[in-house]
Protein backbone atom coordinates (compact mmCIF):
# COMPACT_ATOMS: atom_id res chain seq x y z
CA UNK A 1 0.00 0.00 0.00
CA UNK A 2 1.06 3.33 -0.80
CA UNK A 3 0.30 4.54 2.51
CA UNK A 4 3.58 3.03 4.54
CA UNK A 5 6.89 2.93 2.83
CA UNK A 6 10.22 1.28 4.04
CA UNK A 7 13.38 2.42 2.55
CA UNK A 8 15.94 1.39 2.06
CA UNK A 9 14.23 -2.31 0.36
CA UNK A 10 17.92 -3.52 0.69
CA UNK A 11 21.29 -3.16 2.14
CA UNK A 12 24.12 -4.61 2.51
CA UNK A 13 26.84 -3.31 5.18
CA UNK A 14 29.53 -3.93 6.90
CA UNK A 15 30.06 -5.59 10.75
CA UNK A 16 30.31 -2.61 13.22
CA UNK A 17 28.71 0.08 11.21
CA UNK A 18 25.99 2.48 11.73
CA UNK A 19 22.76 1.98 9.81
CA UNK A 20 19.39 3.76 9.51
CA UNK A 21 16.15 1.75 8.25
CA UNK A 22 13.46 4.91 7.58
CA UNK A 23 9.64 3.84 8.06
CA UNK A 24 7.43 6.61 6.31
CA UNK A 25 3.48 6.81 6.69
CA UNK A 26 1.07 9.42 5.09
CA UNK A 27 -2.15 7.76 7.30
CA UNK A 28 -1.79 9.77 10.05
CA UNK A 29 -1.72 6.79 12.43
CA UNK A 30 -0.61 6.85 15.91
CA UNK A 31 1.31 3.39 16.63
CA UNK A 32 3.90 2.35 14.34
CA UNK A 33 6.48 -0.67 15.19
CA UNK A 34 9.57 -1.96 13.65
CA UNK A 35 9.65 -6.23 13.38
CA UNK A 36 12.37 -8.21 12.17
CA UNK A 37 11.45 -11.67 10.36
CA UNK A 38 13.96 -14.26 10.60
CA UNK A 39 13.72 -17.92 9.45
CA UNK A 40 12.09 -20.69 11.92
CA UNK A 41 10.63 -17.28 13.98
CA UNK A 42 7.48 -15.25 13.92
CA UNK A 43 8.10 -11.37 13.26
CA UNK A 44 9.34 -10.34 16.59
CA UNK A 45 8.32 -6.81 17.95
CA UNK A 46 11.87 -4.99 17.78
CA UNK A 47 10.43 -0.99 18.91
CA UNK A 48 7.02 0.54 18.65
CA UNK A 49 6.00 4.04 19.09
CA UNK A 50 2.56 5.42 20.48
CA UNK A 51 3.31 8.74 19.68
CA UNK A 52 5.61 11.44 18.97
CA UNK A 53 8.85 11.12 21.10
CA UNK A 54 6.78 8.28 22.64
CA UNK A 55 8.65 4.97 21.80
CA UNK A 56 8.91 1.53 24.18
CA UNK A 57 10.76 -1.75 23.48
CA UNK A 58 9.74 -4.66 22.23
CA UNK A 59 10.99 -8.51 22.77
CA UNK A 60 14.14 -8.25 21.01
CA UNK A 61 15.53 -4.46 20.98
CA UNK A 62 18.84 -4.63 22.01
CA UNK A 63 21.14 -3.68 19.37
CA UNK A 64 18.91 -1.23 17.80
CA UNK A 65 17.48 2.01 18.74
CA UNK A 66 14.33 4.13 17.49
CA UNK A 67 13.58 7.92 17.16
CA UNK A 68 10.02 9.01 15.97
CA UNK A 69 10.36 13.29 15.93
CA UNK A 70 7.20 13.12 13.14
CA UNK A 71 4.09 11.62 12.76
CA UNK A 72 4.50 10.01 9.79
CA UNK A 73 8.50 9.09 10.36
CA UNK A 74 9.97 5.83 12.32
CA UNK A 75 13.41 5.72 12.42
CA UNK A 76 15.40 2.12 13.12
CA UNK A 77 18.83 2.66 13.56
CA UNK A 78 21.02 -0.22 14.31
CA UNK A 79 24.02 1.08 16.27
CA UNK A 80 26.84 -1.06 15.20
CA UNK A 81 26.10 -3.89 13.07
CA UNK A 82 26.49 -7.35 14.28
CA UNK A 83 25.92 -10.67 11.37
CA UNK A 84 23.36 -11.33 14.01
CA UNK A 85 21.10 -8.34 12.93
CA UNK A 86 21.17 -9.59 9.09
CA UNK A 87 17.05 -9.92 8.78
CA UNK A 88 13.96 -8.83 6.74
CA UNK A 89 12.97 -5.74 8.67
CA UNK A 90 9.03 -4.44 8.61
CA UNK A 91 7.49 -1.48 9.53
CA UNK A 92 3.86 -1.06 10.29
CA UNK A 93 1.31 0.80 11.49
CA UNK A 94 -2.40 0.71 13.44
CA UNK A 95 -4.30 3.00 14.87
CA UNK A 96 -6.42 3.09 18.28
CA UNK A 97 -8.87 1.30 18.66
CA UNK A 98 -7.34 -1.45 17.47
CA UNK A 99 -10.94 -3.31 17.81
CA UNK A 100 -11.81 -1.46 14.49
CA UNK A 101 -8.21 -1.08 13.05
CA UNK A 102 -5.54 -3.81 11.83
CA UNK A 103 -1.85 -3.03 11.26
CA UNK A 104 -0.27 -2.27 7.59
CA UNK A 105 2.87 -3.25 6.66
CA UNK A 106 5.32 -1.65 4.62
CA UNK A 107 6.95 -3.79 2.06
CA UNK A 108 10.05 -4.75 3.99
CA UNK A 109 13.91 -3.62 4.27
CA UNK A 110 16.50 -7.00 3.24
CA UNK A 111 19.81 -6.23 5.01
CA UNK A 112 22.54 -8.07 5.23
CA UNK A 113 25.57 -7.49 7.71
CA UNK A 114 29.08 -8.74 6.42
CA UNK B 1 4.21 -18.98 28.27
CA UNK B 2 2.10 -17.58 25.28
CA UNK B 3 2.42 -18.92 22.61
CA UNK B 4 1.41 -19.63 18.81
CA UNK B 5 0.83 -22.46 17.06
CA UNK B 6 0.18 -23.27 13.54
CA UNK B 7 -0.35 -26.38 11.24
CA UNK B 8 0.33 -27.20 8.78
CA UNK B 9 3.94 -25.59 8.51
CA UNK B 10 3.64 -26.85 4.59
CA UNK B 11 0.66 -27.38 2.43
CA UNK B 12 0.26 -28.32 -0.91
CA UNK B 13 -2.67 -28.91 -2.91
CA UNK B 14 -3.89 -28.79 -6.53
CA UNK B 15 -5.82 -26.57 -7.98
CA UNK B 16 -9.48 -26.03 -6.58
CA UNK B 17 -8.80 -27.87 -4.01
CA UNK B 18 -10.55 -26.30 -0.37
CA UNK B 19 -7.94 -25.45 2.00
CA UNK B 20 -7.70 -25.26 5.92
CA UNK B 21 -4.73 -23.56 7.74
CA UNK B 22 -4.64 -23.80 11.75
CA UNK B 23 -4.01 -21.70 14.35
CA UNK B 24 -4.21 -22.21 18.00
CA UNK B 25 -2.78 -20.22 20.89
CA UNK B 26 -2.45 -20.24 24.48
CA UNK B 27 -4.46 -17.89 26.34
CA UNK B 28 -7.24 -15.34 26.33
CA UNK B 29 -7.07 -12.79 22.92
CA UNK B 30 -8.50 -9.53 22.18
CA UNK B 31 -8.25 -10.40 18.28
CA UNK B 32 -6.17 -12.34 15.93
CA UNK B 33 -4.93 -11.48 12.69
CA UNK B 34 -4.51 -13.31 9.32
CA UNK B 35 -2.01 -12.13 7.31
CA UNK B 36 -0.47 -13.14 3.67
CA UNK B 37 3.17 -12.97 2.81
CA UNK B 38 3.38 -13.40 -1.08
CA UNK B 39 6.75 -14.70 -2.40
CA UNK B 40 7.93 -10.90 -2.72
CA UNK B 41 8.34 -10.51 0.57
CA UNK B 42 5.06 -7.67 1.10
CA UNK B 43 2.59 -9.06 4.05
CA UNK B 44 -0.99 -7.95 3.84
CA UNK B 45 -3.77 -8.08 6.33
CA UNK B 46 -6.87 -10.33 5.25
CA UNK B 47 -8.63 -10.87 8.46
CA UNK B 48 -9.16 -9.40 12.14
CA UNK B 49 -11.16 -11.42 14.35
CA UNK B 50 -12.25 -11.61 18.09
CA UNK B 51 -15.34 -13.46 17.39
CA UNK B 52 -17.55 -15.80 15.29
CA UNK B 53 -16.46 -15.98 11.22
CA UNK B 54 -15.13 -13.70 8.11
CA UNK B 55 -15.72 -14.10 4.68
CA UNK B 56 -14.10 -11.77 1.83
CA UNK B 57 -14.02 -13.18 -1.37
CA UNK B 58 -12.63 -17.37 -1.16
CA UNK B 59 -11.34 -16.36 1.90
CA UNK B 60 -12.58 -17.51 5.26
CA UNK B 61 -11.88 -17.06 8.49
CA UNK B 62 -13.43 -18.47 11.61
CA UNK B 63 -12.83 -18.98 15.54
CA UNK B 64 -13.17 -20.70 18.36
CA UNK B 65 -12.84 -18.56 21.70
CA UNK B 66 -13.78 -21.33 24.05
CA UNK B 67 -11.31 -23.71 21.91
CA UNK B 68 -8.48 -21.11 21.56
CA UNK B 69 -8.48 -22.20 17.76
CA UNK B 70 -9.09 -20.25 14.48
CA UNK B 71 -9.07 -21.55 10.52
CA UNK B 72 -8.69 -19.89 7.61
CA UNK B 73 -9.96 -21.64 4.37
CA UNK B 74 -9.57 -21.15 1.12
CA UNK B 75 -12.44 -22.43 -1.26
CA UNK B 76 -11.68 -23.19 -5.39
CA UNK B 77 -7.73 -22.56 -4.37
CA UNK B 78 -5.83 -21.13 -7.23
CA UNK B 79 -1.75 -20.78 -8.03
CA UNK B 80 -2.22 -17.02 -7.17
CA UNK B 81 -2.83 -18.40 -3.50
CA UNK B 82 0.16 -19.11 -2.75
CA UNK B 83 1.90 -17.93 -0.11
CA UNK B 84 2.88 -17.85 3.55
CA UNK B 85 0.16 -17.54 5.91
CA UNK B 86 0.62 -15.99 9.43
CA UNK B 87 -1.28 -16.19 12.04
CA UNK B 88 -0.92 -13.15 14.79
CA UNK B 89 -3.11 -12.44 18.27
CA UNK B 90 -3.38 -9.86 20.57
CA UNK B 91 -3.10 -11.24 24.16
CA UNK B 92 -6.43 -10.22 26.10
CA UNK B 93 -4.04 -8.84 28.91
CA UNK B 94 -2.47 -5.94 26.28
CA UNK B 95 -2.41 -2.53 27.14
CA UNK B 96 -1.87 0.90 26.15
CA UNK B 97 1.59 0.33 27.22
CA UNK B 98 1.82 -3.08 26.38
CA UNK B 99 1.11 -3.46 22.91
CA UNK B 100 2.37 -6.32 21.21
CA UNK B 101 1.46 -8.91 18.23
CA UNK B 102 2.86 -12.34 18.67
CA UNK B 103 3.21 -14.22 15.41
CA UNK B 104 3.18 -18.09 14.85
CA UNK B 105 6.02 -19.02 12.17
CA UNK B 106 3.67 -19.13 9.14
CA UNK B 107 2.25 -21.86 6.83
CA UNK B 108 3.58 -22.00 3.25
CA UNK B 109 1.04 -22.83 0.84
CA UNK B 110 1.25 -24.06 -2.57
CA UNK B 111 -1.07 -24.58 -5.56
CA UNK B 112 -0.10 -26.32 -8.03
CA UNK B 113 -1.94 -26.12 -11.70
Known amino acids: DAGITQSPRHKVTETGTPVTLRCHQTENHRYMYWYRQDPGHGLRLIHY???????DKGEVSDGYSVSRSKTEDFLLTLESATSSQTSVYFC?????????????FGSGTRLTVV | KNEVEQSPQNLTAQEGEFITINCSYS?????LHWLQQHPGGGIVSLFMLSSGKKKHGRLIATINIQEKHSSLHITASHPRDSAVYICAVRWERSNFGNEKLTFGTGTRLTIIP
Open chain 2, 27 to 31: VGISA
Open chain 1, 92 to 104: AISEFPRRLYGYT
Open chain 1, 49 to 55: SYGVKDT
